[in-house]
């Protein structure tokens, strides 16, 4: 789900990178009028927005347009002014718990016990609207969702073979929690079987389910509805916002979006002036490519918020199994919560990491400090030395295993063609982390240079 962090969207002048489902070509254009191409004119887009004016939505500047770089996403056809309303999209365009309930599947869910949740119920009026085609009031909106998503989730498992291990393990407790979702969900969707002439298992099968959870989890604004009794007690902050979720995504954020309750409407409004003709972007929150491609199916380049994970594992194989205090060390890190999140980052190893690395550096006559460490401070000049000559270790590691995967994956791309577009997500996350990580080297040989 799009959090729209801080509530806030961000229109940017350069290419960001895109999001779900969309083509994300890397081919530079001399002339800058190639990079983009609309689609305005394209019966689907026709007939979402003659959908959306049928449902009070009114739109002038705004097309949806195809990018270099980004894929499909939104053109500004003016100049847009700090404050200046960008979009306003009427509630009766959204698809929000609120409108399955008035649907034909308000009395099951209601009947049905113990309550499904929020996520269960979207889910189903998706799958149950597709299956419906042509006789589908939301046809137009159904018909411009991507066919298919690149969520790890979706991806083949010796493609999710390849990923860095903590997204790895992530990836593979996402597909074991939607896999049980689905499992669960079975008795309510043949609670619905006297609404088809068709077996619902022929209807709500696993990839359509896979779908309609991917679409919400990809494509849906944070929007707090009240509690509903005919609903679980799970958050129901969900809502599909048609044309508005054609944006794509950019780290930084300079426009303001909320639901504005007086008018209805949820509403974007600009911060800072814009250029026409330039692509507008949309921020999901300051999250790293490991969450965006968990969660979206992209990954952003030179992503700020961004960070290489090392496990406490790793750190613990760079040292002597003789050190008899050790076991206290990992214990004395778990207790203070410094075996997890440990990082490299843009601005180097981070303050967790190298604080982690003092404590297990500290010597038997050092020992008694290491409360002093946990607070940031210095203990002598050989600790802080074995800690950062330890870091460039650990650094180095890393990026021979990010080199190593990058050779597997290009091997796999010459083996399997059918997975190449797979294979270039995981290829573009291993290049952003080794471009990170060679960074973090040149801020670590400056800091030792330091010391010595």
Known sequence: MRLLYGNYIHIMKRKGRGRTGRQRRRKSFRNPELSKVSESHKSEFIELRKWLKERKFKDHHLRPTRFSGTGRGLMSVKSLQPGELLISLPE???????????????????????????????????????????????????????????CLVCLEPQVVRLLPKPLKMKAQEQRIHIQELFVSSRGFFSSLQSLFTEDVEHIFHYNAFLWAWCTIN????????????????????????????????????QVKAAFNEETHCYEIRTTSSCTKYEELFICY???????????????????????????????????????????????????????????????GPSWRLLTALKLLCLGEDEFTCWKKVLRGEVISHRNEWKSLVLSRKICSYYIEEAKTALQKVSHMKNEEAALKDHLTLVENLWVEELKLLQVSADILKTMYQETT
């Open 92 to 150: 009766k365009c959204l698809l929000t718990t609120d409108t399955v309930i008035k649907s034909y599947l308000g009395d099951y869910i209601t009947k049905w016990k113990p309550p499904i949740s929020p996520l269960l119920a979207l889910c189903a009026f998706l799958i149950s609207e597709k299956h419906a085609g042509n006789k589908s009031p939301w046809k137009p909106y159904l018909d411009v969702l991507p066919k298919t998503y690149t």
């Open 218 to 253: 990809t494509r849906t604004v944070y929007m707090k509805h009240a509690r509903k009794e005919c609903l679980s007690a799970e958050p129901d902050v969900y809502a599909l916002a048609p044309y508005l979720d054609l944006l794509n995504h950019s780290p930084e954020v």
């Open 285 to 347: 929150g300051p999250h790293d490519n490991h969450r965006l491609l968990l969660e979206y199916g992209f990954v952003a380049s030179n992503n700020p918020h961004s960070a290489v994970y090392i496990s406490i594992d790793t750190l613990l194989d760079q040292f002597p199994s003789v050190d008899t205090q050790m076991d206290k060390k990992i214990s004395l890190l778990k207790e203070h919560g410094f075996s997890e999140n440990l990082t490299f980052g843009w601005d």
